[in-house]
């Protein structure tokens, strides 16, 4: 297999390897994937970036990943984490180990079934459209208390005959209404802050 078979591979499979250098620098060790292009200004392989300048997303992951760098180290992963890369913020997993004594990184983005993020984003936008369908219902209960108020004065009246019947079928369609408002859910309590 040629080197460029696996620049193309790693390219396509969305993964880039960057090595850290002993002046804190990394070097793109594959052609940047896509994603990662802006980062690096469409940089070729064996371009040179601080975290600070390509990668301030991986401050974190770079702390926590010397003990993966020691030539006695086992890799570790890290992620997903959420990392702003140019205009987009994406889904990654890095993977830090020490191979021959050379401490790299591989960075690979996660889409489809690996970023939950559309799906809890699906779930928050349910949960708010619950929330709002329970102020709506409770916003209900103040008419239907005056509704029982009038519907009492009605009932305490003296009516003819076909008005109190009239005013007996509104009285039970309201205790129909009232009980099926009884039976949803109260709205959320609201914690003060």
């Known amino acids: 297999m040629t080197d ?19 002046d804190g620098l990394f070097q793109l060790l594959t052609p940047a994937p896509v994603w990662l292009e802006q980062a690096f200004e469409a940089a070729p ?10 990668f301030p ?11 993966a760098w020691r030539p006695d180290g086992t890799p570790q ?9 140019g205009d987009e913020e994406l889904l990654l997993r890095a ?6 004594g050379r401490t790299l990184l591989v960075l690979e983005r996660l889409q489809g079934v690996a970023d939950a993020r559309p799906m809890l984003q699906k779930a928050r936008e349910r949960m708010l459209e619950g929330e709002d369908l329970v102020r709506r ?3 209900l209960h103040p008419p239907a208390v005056a509704i029982d108020r009038t519907i009492a004065s009605l009932r ?3 009516l003819p005959a076909d008005q109190q019947a009239l005013v007996t079928a509104l009285y039970e369609a309201n205790e129909r ?3 099926a408002l009884g039976r949803l859910p109260a709205p959320p309590v609201r914690q003060r802050r």
């Open 4 to 22: 460029t078979l696996f620049g193309h591979l790693f390219r396509a499979l969305d993964l880039a390897i960057v090595e850290r250098l002993s």
């Open 45 to 54: 392989a064996g371009a040179r970036a601080s975290v600070d300048g390509a």
């Open 57 to 67: 997303f991986l401050e974190d992951v770079v702390h926590q990943a010397r003990a």
């Open 77 to 85: 992963s890290f992620g997903p984490f959420a990392a702003p890369v």
């Open 95 to 100: 993977t830090a180990l020490n191979v021959e």
């Open 137 to 139: 219902v409770h916003a």
């Open 156 to 158: 305490a009246a003296a």
């Open 177 to 179: 209404l009232r009980d």
